[in-house]
């Protein structure tokens, strides 16, 4: 939170390079090491339109991919408060923390994969929150920019004992403890 790319809309990618196949291989590293379900680019300092993602449904079923360049359709949210037991999620740019918030159930997103190939998504549940929330990375908007009034507020309270919001800090999953 406060580093510039976090909050500002990512860049198309134009070529699929060996050096976007080798950040798409970090950021699985990070997002696994985290452990996280999603990483958007701007995540890790590169302000590009990519992210992964990765979930294990109700069965164990793993789920995991990346998008390049997505587009993201969605349905209305529920009119409404969010359910704090259903509707929390937390992100690995504001770590340790989890706020209730209410997003569509559902959404289509369509995008390109690393070989150039055509990929489209058409999730609900959680899956639709995971794209929802990494394809707002892209647009430079954090999941505490969406937040009701009083936990906004909170959020920024956890902020500035932290000494986040300002360029310069980061944290490294599986290094760095967060309750430090």
């Excluded at 300092?45 to 997505?70: A, F, K, M």
């Amino acid at each position: 939170m406060g580093e510039p790319v976090l909050h500002s809309v990512a860049a198309p990618v134009a070529e699929v390079t060996d050096e976007i196949r080798t950040l798409v291989a970090d950021m699985f590293e990070t997002m696994d090491t985290a452990p996280g379900v999603g990483l958007a680019a701007p995540q890790v300092g590169v302000g590009l339109r990519i992210y992964t993602y990765s979930y294990q449904d109700d069965d164990g079923e793993p789920w995991r991919g990346v998008l390049i360049n997505p587009e993201l359709w969605m349905s209305p949210p529920e009119p409404g408060s969010p359910d704090p037991d259903d509707e929390s999620e937390g992100c690995l740019s504001f770590p340790g923390e989890r706020f209730p918030l209410r997003r569509a159930d559902e959404v289509h997103v369509t995008g390109t994969d690393l070989d150039g190939a055509e990929v489209r998504i058409r999730v609900d549940g959680w899956r639709a929150r995971i794209m929802q929330h990494e394809f707002d990375h892209l647009n430079g908007i954090l999941y505490i920019d969406r937040l009701s009034d009083s936990d906004w507020k909170t959020s920024q309270k956890i902020a500035r004992k932290r000494g986040w919001g300002k360029p310069g800090q980061s944290w490294m999953p599986g290094v760095d403890d967060l309750d430090a």
